[in-house]
Antibody, heavy 122, light 108 residues
Framework: QVQLVESGGGLVKPGGSLRLSCAAS????????MSWIRQAPGKGLEWVSY????????YYADSVKGRFTISRDNAKNSLYLQMNSLRAEDTAVYYC???????????????WGQGTLVTVSS | DIQMTQSPSTLSASVGDRVTITCRAS??????LAWYQQKPGKAPKLLIY???SLESGVPSRFSGSGSGTEFTLTISSLQPDDFATYYC??????????FGGGTKVEIK
């Protein structure tokens, strides 16, 4: 069955860095676009970044552009999010999510990980 | 970015009730709208895509409708497992995907 398992979250000071990982299994990872989506405590969902199946196409939300870098290693079935210059407003649960394979549902997300909490505080 | 506005923000209902949640887009998104269900401490679950298409495995008591700027999610007969928060997501404006603020369905 499809599994997405995030890791790498934790407490970091403002201005610091953190690298999140997402280990995928149960599907052919290299066939799927992937995304990071976050949720601040008690708040709604915010799309963060998107990467194509090959890694050649990448998009970021304006709120993280220039600070976050998404990448993937298809040989390791893994997705990453390098987060630099972290701010208090980046505090959130970060989910990795698989883009739906059906054309009509492309850019929706059919499988999500359990999330990893990133807390930015001094 | 396209803004998505959900109403109500909280809804109190009883088991067996018919429940309707509304999502409005700040500009037309055609039918490129999805609905998710999220329970506390859990990841969101996709229910509906393209405004009215039921995701595989989702009970038929869930249905979606609408196009353009106004959309609804209906639960025909609320079940105990349905108490959760529901989010809409537009995917017309790519790559700037945006979600609504959520509607919490709680027990009356």
């Amino acid at each position: 069955q499809v599994q997405l398992v995030e890791s790498g979250g934790g407490l970091v000071k403002p201005g610091g860095s953190l690298r999140l990982s997402c280990a995928a299994s149960g599907f052919t990872f290299s066939d799927y676009y992937m995304s990071w989506i976050r949720q601040a405590p008690g708040k709604g969902l915010e799309w963060v970044s998107y990467i194509s199946s090959s890694g050649s196409t990448i998009y970021y939300a304006d709120s993280v552009k220039g600070r976050f870098t998404i990448s993937r290693d298809n040989a390791k079935n893994s997705l990453y999010l390098q987060m630099n210059s972290l701010r208090a407003e980046d505090t959130a649960v970060y989910y990795c999510a698989r883009a739906h394979p059906i054309i009509a549902a492309a850019r929706t997300f059919d499988y999500w990980g359990q999330g990893t909490l990133v807390t930015v505080s001094s | 970015d396209i803004q998505m506005t959900q109403s109500p923000s909280t809804l109190s209902a009883s088991v067996g009730d018919r429940v309707t949640i509304t999502c409005r887009a700040s500009q037309s998104i055609s039918s490129w709208l999805a609905w998710y269900q999220q329970k506390p401490g859990k990841a969101p679950k996709l229910l509906i895509y393209k405004a009215s298409s039921l995701e595989s495995g989702v009970p038929s008591r869930f249905s979606g409708s609408g196009s353009g700027t106004e959309f609804t999610l209906t639960i025909s007969s609320l079940q105990p497992d349905d108490f959760a928060t529901y989010y809409c997501q537009q995917y017309n404006s790519y790559p700037a995907l945006t979600f609504g603020g959520g509607t919490k369905v709680e027990i009356k």
